[in-house]
T-cell receptor, first 111, second 113 residues
Framework: NAGVTQTPKFQVLKTGQSMTLQCAQD?????MSWYRQDPGMGLRLIHY???????DQGEVPNGYNVSRSTTEDFPLRLLSAAPSQTSVYFC??????????FGPGTRLTVT | AQSVTQPDIHITVSEGASLELRCNYS??????LFWYVQSPGQGLQLLLK??????LVQGIKGFEAEFKRSQSSFNLRKPSVHWSDAAEYFC???????????FGKGTKLSVKP
């Protein structure tokens, strides 16, 4: 099993550009989520999904969009990138909300 | 509101010394608690978890944690630290039925030779 995979590993965007961070898992987990990690802030939940077709907002959803068309994939879209979205993004999955398995992260810089 | 507090931002210990990282949580019901470790440039790896039962839980890499309901604490311990334990450690509580995790801000561990 590959577990949770994320692409790309690194990305640089200019302000106003859009992009999609990819996340996939092969563990047949229903629950998937996106976090951002900023220095001194821990991890904060952006969006999550409890199954295909079901998504909801977390603590810091503004500027991000998600959809869940399959169990395996949970992409995160930045609609119009801003410097405040410079961060490390982690995707995670779990079996019905028990321990979460994290991907390796995407380091995003917005200039 | 649910929250997790890790009072120590940075701790330095000597190799071979014992370690205790503190975690306090605020949660109304019986909490599900986790400790994760993050090495530089890496993702998060689960060290151990507490759902119910024995309040002393064993994890990977020789770590253990004790759940104390009366103190709302879930401190992480290791009897003898190795240089490879240098990393950032996060305590988290499962908040709500959907399983969202609420993280503390982390404790960075440095290990002196």
């Amino acid at each position: 099993n590959a577990g949770v995979t994320q692409t790309p590993k690194f990305q640089v965007l200019k302000t106003g550009q859009s992009m999609t961070l990819q996340c996939a898992q092969d563990m047949n987990h229903e629950y998937m989520s996106w976090y951002r990690q900023d220095p001194g802030m821990g991890l904060r939940l952006i969006h999550y999904s409890v199954g295909a077709g079901i998504t909801d907002q977390g603590e810091v959803p503004n500027g991000y969009n998600v959809s869940r068309s399959t169990t395996e994939d949970f992409p995160l879209r930045l609609l119009s990138a801003a410097p405040s979205q410079t961060s490390v993004y982690f995707c995670a999955s779990s079996y019905y909300g028990y321990e979460q398995y994290f991907g390796p992260g995407t380091r995003l810089t917005v200039t | 509101a649910q929250s997790v507090t890790q009072p120590d931002i940075h701790i330095t210990v000597s190799e071979g010394a014992s370690l205790e990282l503190r975690c306090n949580y605020s949660y109304g019901a019986t909490p599900y608690l986790f400790w994760y470790v993050q090495s530089p440039g890496q993702g998060l790896q689960l060290l151990l978890k507490y759902f119910s039962g024995d309040t002393l839980v064993q994890g990977i890499k020789g770590f253990e944690a004790e759940f104390k309901r009366s103190q709302s604490s879930f401190n992480l311990r290791k009897p003898s630290v190795h240089w490879s334990d240098a990393a950032e450690y996060f305590c988290a509580v499962r908040g709500g039925s959907q399983g969202n995790l609420i993280f503390g801000k982390g404790t960075k561990l440095s290990v002196k030779p």
